[in-house]
């Protein structure tokens, strides 16, 4: 996740801006910069790789300045690299712009610019920003002492998308403007000196007075003050807050650990996963534009699609096979891929291969990619990681756009896989034919409505915690559902046994009864996942059977349901969706079950023993 730091007072700039980037380093980032200004001369130095290349760089180049903003970038619109490090100049060169957050309609604004003759530079979405700012700063401010303000309000009424951003001009030596909607930006209060931060751990070692903006709102800060305006320009006055965290809890936003952290995040990542790709008409969701992947008739007209993916990301390709039978009419191989390289299988030229992957460096995927390759097939990769191998190789790639993961559980990279999969597959049926009208319209508003059901069941969470305080001690835990509930439950234990080391498995609901069903006793919590409305009779029948071996049953479906209340223990109800979608929804009660189990149990969420974040070997 991008950084941003901003320094405006009596001493050189540069060290600070390092050294606040550096208190944000723990994020995730690939490359990173800083621009200060010094007698009237902006100065930008920005290079892929870590923040200590930077710094080196900067040891023999001193950047002289007492006001200056830092970034630290992890990718989401083009490669890392030094081109697209922050911040970035307008075509003067005498406006620097850092960003965090997705400019969603950056395509338009790129367009509308160029028609006026301005030349790009990278394949960031922030560029927009710096030559938007000029443009009105030039053509309409008309210079003096409001001007960039003004320019800087004309610039982010026209942006769509999520943004902090963090902006200084060499006319204004005496300032640092920062703006935020969607995503955080905080001001620290000094003494004749002022900070700006996208997070608060940046900010601990120089203030804990701090000014948290709101949505939409601006701040200009000065030497020696700070005004905050609304996106009228009317101005704001706000009482600092005091901060007492540490840095350790800072560095988690306040969460306990970053699974919970991450956990939360999920509203946000989905809405910028959906981001530009769900174009609306007249206020609605109504289409789907990848702009990064032009998905032609060869590929609408593939015979099968094969997914090969390891653990959750895996557990989204089975979402993927029931996304692509059900809505593209596609038939669907979904492989792990540590078993597809070493199996024989039949590639065929036609076929559409999905890799999935958080980090696109797992060694089993990158292999099996390679062999479907090497066999002819096409690769579409879905990936968190701009510039990962698995990025660089596939023919085509969709960003998950989550946000770094940090907690070696994988939460939020889960449910924008699965995002990006109904995207893929609700494309697909419309090139395909195979998909309505109206159920693809029904289908997108119900996918639009998501995150904010997210956010829904995150509020809710103290009663998984009450749920997971009263069950953690089980001796085995079984997820079963059918249909999308199967891929569910195989994602539920999952998260449940890497975190909480219970013994949890996940079963097809049907195959209780070949063999399963002698494990169930008094001991035995089964978590039934109900959301497939045409299939409730036959699950309700398991659950009947699993309670009549003295199993304890927990039952997650929908809200206002009523067919569980006589066979159920306890509910834990989602808010209402198509069936077809409701993994999105299902899995994030029982992520918080599962973190809410390992708490309990003393373990660490974010750092379960024997397991990495990412397998990069076999
Ligand atoms: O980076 P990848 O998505 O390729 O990683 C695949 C698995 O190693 C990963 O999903 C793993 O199962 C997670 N720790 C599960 O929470």
């Not at 700012?133 to 309409?140: C, V």
């Not at 089993?364 to 879905?382: N, P, S």
């Given at each position: 996740?991008?950084?941003?730091?901003?320094?405006?007072?009596?001493?050189?700039?540069?060290?600070?801006?390092?050294?606040?980037?550096?208190?944000?380093?723990?994020?995730?980032?690939?490359?990173?910069?800083?621009?200060?200004?010094?007698?009237?001369?902006?100065?930008?130095?920005?290079?892929?790789?870590?923040?200590?290349?930077?710094?080196?760089?900067?040891?023999?180049?001193?950047?002289?300045?007492?006001?200056?903003?830092g970034?630290t970038?992890?990718?989401?619109?083009?490669?890392?690299?030094?081109?697209?490090?922050?911040?970035?100049?307008?075509?003067s060169?005498?406006?620097?712009?850092?960003?965090?957050?997705?400019?969603?309609?950056?395509a338009a604004?790129?367009?509308?610019?160029?028609e006026?003759?301005?030349?790009?530079?990278?394949?960031?979405?922030?560029?927009?920003?710096?030559?938007?700012?000029n443009?009105?700063?030039?053509?309409?401010?008309?210079?003096?002492?409001?001007a960039?303000?003004?320019?800087?309000?004309?610039?982010?009424?026209?942006?769509?998308?999520?943004?902090?951003?963090?902006?200084?001009?060499?006319?204004?030596?005496d300032?640092?403007?920062?703006?935020?909607?969607d995503?955080?930006l905080?001001?620290?209060?000094g003494?004749?000196?002022?900070?700006?931060?996208?997070?608060?751990?940046?900010?601990?070692?120089?203030?804990r007075?701090?000014?948290?903006?709101?949505?939409?709102?601006?701040?200009?800060?000065?030497?020696?003050?700070?005004?905050?305006?609304?996106?009228s320009?009317?101005?704001?006055?706000?009482?600092?807050?005091?901060?007492?965290?540490?840095?350790?809890?800072?560095?988690?936003g306040?969460?306990?650990?970053?699974?919970?952290?991450?956990?939360?995040?999920?509203?946000k990542?989905?809405?910028?996963?959906?981001?530009?790709?769900?174009?609306?008409?007249?206020g609605?969701?109504?289409?789907i534009?990848?702009?990064?992947?032009?998905?032609?008739?060869?590929?609408?007209?593939?015979?099968?699609?094969?997914?090969i993916?390891?653990?959750?990301?895996?557990h989204a390709?089975?979402?993927?096979?029931?996304?692509?039978?059900?809505?593209?009419?596609?038939?669907?191989?979904?492989?792990?891929?540590?078993?597809?390289?070493?199996?024989?299988?039949?590639?065929d030229?036609?076929?559409?291969?999905?890799a999935?992957s958080?980090?696109?460096?797992?060694?089993?995927?990158?292999?099996?990619?390679?062999?479907?390759?090497?066999g002819?097939?096409?690769?579409?990769?879905?990936?968190?990681?701009?510039?990962?191998?698995?990025?660089?190789e596939?023919?085509?790639?969709?960003?998950?756009?989550?946000?770094?993961?940090?907690?070696?559980?994988?939460?939020?990279?889960?449910?924008?896989?699965l995002?990006?999969?109904?995207?893929?597959?609700?494309?697909?049926?419309?090139?395909?034919?195979?998909?309505?009208?109206?159920?693809g319209?029904?289908?997108?508003?119900?996918?639009?409505?998501?995150?904010?059901?997210?956010?829904?069941?995150?509020?809710?969470?103290?009663?998984?915690?009450?749920?997971?305080?009263?069950?953690?001690?089980?001796?085995?835990?079984?997820?079963?559902?059918?249909l999308?509930?199967?891929?569910?439950?195989?994602?539920?234990?999952?998260?449940?046994?890497?975190?909480?080391?219970?013994?949890?498995?996940?079963?097809?609901?049907?195959?209780l009864?070949?063999?399963?069903?002698?494990?169930?006793?008094?001991?035995?919590?089964?978590v039934?996942?109900?959301?497939?409305?045409?299939?409730?009779?036959?699950?309700i029948?398991?659950?009947?059977?699993?309670?009549?071996?003295?199993?304890?049953?927990?039952?997650?479906?929908y809200?206002?349901?009523?067919?569980?209340?006589?066979?159920?223990?306890?509910?834990?109800?989602?808010?209402?969706?198509?069936?077809?979608?409701?993994?999105?929804?299902?899995?994030?009660?029982?992520?918080?079950?599962?973190?809410?189990c390992?708490?309990?149990?003393?373990?660490?969420?974010d750092?379960?023993r024997?397991?990495?974040?990412?397998?990069?070997?076999?």
């Amino acid at each position: 996740m991008c950084g941003i730091t901003g320094y405006i007072g009596y001493k050189e700039a540069t060290p600070r801006l390092l050294a606040m980037l550096k208190k944000l380093e723990y994020r995730g980032y690939d490359s990173a910069g800083v621009a200060t200004l010094c007698d009237g001369v902006l100065a930008v130095r920005k290079m892929k790789g870590p923040l200590s290349t930077l710094a080196n760089a900067l040891s023999t180049e001193r950047m002289a300045g007492t006001l200056g903003v830092g970034h630290t970038r992890w990718a989401t619109h083009g490669e890392p690299s030094d081109v697209n490090a922050h911040p970035h100049t307008d075509v003067s060169g005498r406006i620097a712009v850092v960003h965090n957050g997705i400019i969603e309609n950056y395509a338009a604004l790129k367009g509308f610019l160029q028609e006026r003759g301005v030349a790009f530079r990278s394949d960031t979405d922030t560029e927009v920003v710096a030559h938007l700012l000029n443009y009105y700063y030039t053509r309409e401010s008309g210079g003096g002492h409001n001007a960039l303000l003004d320019a800087t309000l004309k610039t982010v009424s026209k942006l769509e998308g999520s943004y902090s951003l963090g902006i200084v001009a060499s006319d204004y030596p005496d300032r640092i403007i920062g703006a935020r909607k969607d995503s955080p930006l905080i001001v620290g209060l000094g003494v004749g000196e002022n900070y700006l931060a996208s997070d608060v751990p940046a900010l601990l070692s120089y203030t804990r007075d701090v000014c948290y903006l709101n949505e939409r709102e601006l701040a200009v800060l000065y030497r020696d003050r700070v005004a905050l305006y609304n996106d009228s320009g009317e101005r704001i006055v706000r009482q600092p807050t005091r901060v007492d965290w540490d840095v350790e809890s800072a560095e988690k936003g306040g969460y306990a650990h970053f699974m919970l952290k991450e956990i939360h995040e999920q509203d946000k990542a989905l809405s910028n996963t959906l981001g530009s790709r769900l174009r609306h008409s007249a206020g609605e969701a109504a289409s789907i534009d990848f702009d990064e992947i032009r998905l032609d008739a060869s590929w609408a007209a593939a015979k099968r699609v094969v997914i090969i993916a390891c653990g959750t990301a895996y557990h989204a390709g089975v979402v993927g096979k029931y996304a692509f039978e059900h809505f593209a009419r596609l038939a669907v191989e979904v492989d792990i891929a540590s078993e597809y390289r070493y199996r024989n299988p039949l590639i065929d030229g036609g076929d559409i291969f999905i890799a999935i992957s958080q980090s696109g460096e797992t060694a089993d995927t990158l292999a099996a990619m390679r062999q479907a390759k090497k066999g002819g097939g096409r690769i579409l990769a879905i990936t968190n990681t701009v510039g990962s191998t698995l990025s660089r190789e596939a023919d085509l790639v969709l960003y998950t756009r989550a946000g770094p993961e940090i907690a070696v559980a994988s939460t939020k990279a889960f449910t924008t896989q699965l995002m990006c999969v109904y995207l893929l597959a609700l494309r697909l049926g419309e090139l395909r034919g195979t998909l309505s009208a109206d159920d693809g319209k029904d289908t997108l508003r119900a996918l639009a409505n998501i995150p904010q059901q997210v956010r829904r069941i995150l509020d809710k969470e103290t009663a998984l915690q009450k749920a997971a305080a009263r069950r953690f001690s089980k001796r085995s835990v079984f997820f079963i559902g059918r249909l999308f509930d199967y891929a569910t439950a195989l994602e539920s234990a999952l998260k449940l046994k890497e975190i909480s080391y219970t013994h949890s498995e996940a079963f097809a609901a049907g195959e209780l009864k070949h063999g399963a069903i002698a494990l169930v006793d008094k001991a035995t919590l089964v978590v039934a996942i109900a959301t497939q409305r045409p299939l409730f009779d036959k699950i309700i029948s398991n659950i009947r059977e699993v309670a009549s071996r003295g199993a304890e049953v927990l039952v997650v479906t929908y809200e206002g349901e009523r067919a569980f209340d006589a066979v159920a223990n306890e509910i834990v109800a989602i808010p209402e969706t198509r069936d077809a979608l409701s993994p999105l929804l299902a899995i994030v009660p029982l992520q918080l079950f599962a973190y809410y189990c390992a708490v309990q149990k003393g373990n660490d969420p974010d750092k379960p023993r024997n397991l990495a974040k990412s397998v990069t070997v076999e």
